[in-house]
């Protein structure tokens, strides 16, 4: 088995999922050092209105993960990419996807 994908769409998951994690650490700087005396808002929207850096940069990053999930399963069972990265970004997007989907169902 392969470790790098080959395909471009197999790299494209791959560096998808890389960009997710930076994105949630970006997010959670701004809100340390833009907005460290805004309180969130209560939703979505209430925070993006009170803290906007901070929630487009965090909607990024599940987006980013999100799409390196469906990029990456159109890579493995169309294009029959074999590579362990494309896996592993699929997985974690597909683990990302789980987690946005039970925030929508049981939010706090």
Aim: proline share 4%.
């Amino acid at each position: 088995m392969k470790v790098y994908p080959k395909t471009k769409l197999g790299k494209w998951s791959f560096w998808l999922i890389i960009a997710t994690p930076f994105l949630f650490f970006v997010g959670t700087q701004f809100a340390g050092i833009l907005y460290e005396s805004v309180d969130s808002g209560g939703s979505i929207l209430d925070d993006i209105a009170v803290r906007p850096m901070v929630s487009i940069t965090m909607l990024l990053g599940v987006a980013a993960g999100i799409a390196a999930f469906i990029i990456g399963v159109v890579a493995i069972r169309k294009h029959e990419e074999r590579a362990f990265l494309a896996y592993l970004s699929t997985l974690l997007g597909g683990i990302l996807l789980l987690f946005a989907i039970g925030q929508m169902i049981v939010p706090d």
